[in-house]
């Protein structure tokens, strides 16, 4: 069994990112579509590139237990059990339980929209109006050569005016609203979800503004707030899954078994209005000794710096190996 984990393990090990790849150059890759922004009279052509890197996702596979061979999956008919052909199979819609429509793929070309290698800008919003539930996918606008000074105008225009443009476009036989918004020196275009594809705030349990809570403990959550404040460094949050389930995969795969780490201590939950406040005092006061332990440590480190011990030569060393 270790044998074969030994293989996956090390395939995966190779997708690891070192703590230096958030400041190396990388290649944008292949774009996904190219096309024009349509912006009054003006045509930009663009291409689009993806935003995500989705290196770090783990592929498992359902193997048998007894020997560890992987497990297939046969198209079978649910009345005969018997396995059907990719040629007989259709698209059916089922409208009501056991009835079905069958939509041929001439039905379906009739639905589709017309495409075309135009993102076509509807309306210009204020930027601070989109919900962020809206955001869906995120990608680069890049202009082509002969078009990147009509996409700085348009990049600088928008952010003078804290705008957003709405625009429509299709990319694979689908129509999509997006966002195209100025970030730095991008012009990224964010999949926006329809309105009818999200649930509404006020659908949900949600409290009001009538809860019983005081002005202290609003104060109190407020310098909790305050004490960890921060600049926003993407590259300080790490998907922490990806890095134990490879450890355990290749612990595994040598040993065949693995030691769980002690999980991290949770907060205790407050019940009462008493013991929100109490809550809240500790966790300022934790917070505080926090910042006083590293600004002691950090002061230590830079002010009071001592000469250290002398190196040990490689004929002292020998000596004492002598010894």
């Not at 404040?229 to 993407?234: N, R, S």
Request: net charge positive; proline share 6%.
């Amino acid at each position: 069994m270790a044998r074969r984990a030994n293989g996956h393990a090390h395939a995966h090990r190779t997708e690891k990112k070192t703590e230096t790849d958030e400041d190396e150059t990388r290649a944008p890759g292949r774009g996904i579509w190219s096309g024009s922004i349509s912006f009054g009279l003006l045509q930009i052509p663009v291409m689009l590139y993806t935003a995500e890197r989705r290196a770090e996702e783990i592929h498992f596979r359902q193997l048998d237990k007894h020997d560890l061979s992987p497990i297939r999956y046969e198209r079978v008919n649910s009345s005969t059990g018997k396995p059907v052909e990719w040629k007989d199979i259709v698209k059916g819609f089922e409208y009501e339980p056991d009835n079905f429509v069958v939509l041929e793929p001439e039905d379906l070309k009739k639905a589709n929209v017309k495409a075309t290698q135009t993102l076509d800008i509807q309306d210009f919003v204020p930027a601070d109006q989109i919900d962020p539930a809206f955001f869906e996918t995120p990608y680069y606008v890049v202009p082509q050569k002969r078009a990147q000074k009509a996409y700085v105008l348009l990049r600088e225009a928008l952010k003078k005016k804290n705008a957003i443009a709405v625009a429509t476009f299709v990319l694979r036989t689908r129509e999509h609203l997006c966002a195209l918004m100025p970030v730095g020196d991008a012009i990224m275009l964010e999949v926006l979800r329809f309105g009818h594809e999200l649930r509404r705030a006020k659908d949900m349990p949600l409290p009001g503004k009538d809860a019983s809570i005081g002005d202290r403990e609003i104060a109190m959550a407020e310098q909790l707030i305050e004490g960890m404040m921060t600049d926003w460094e993407p590259a300080k949050y790490r998907d922490h899954f990806y890095g134990d389930v490879m450890k355990m995969i290749e612990e595994k795969a040598k040993t065949g078994t693995f030691k769980p780490k002690m999980p991290k201590e949770r907060g205790e939950v407050a019940n009462d209005v008493v013991d929100l406040l109490d809550l809240l005092k500790k966790s300022v006061a934790n917070k505080g000794t926090h910042h006083a332990n590293d600004s002691h440590a950090n002061h230590a480190s830079h002010a009071g710096k001592k000469p250290g011990p002398k190196k040990t030569t490689r004929r002292t060393q020998k000596k004492h190996e002598a010894a």
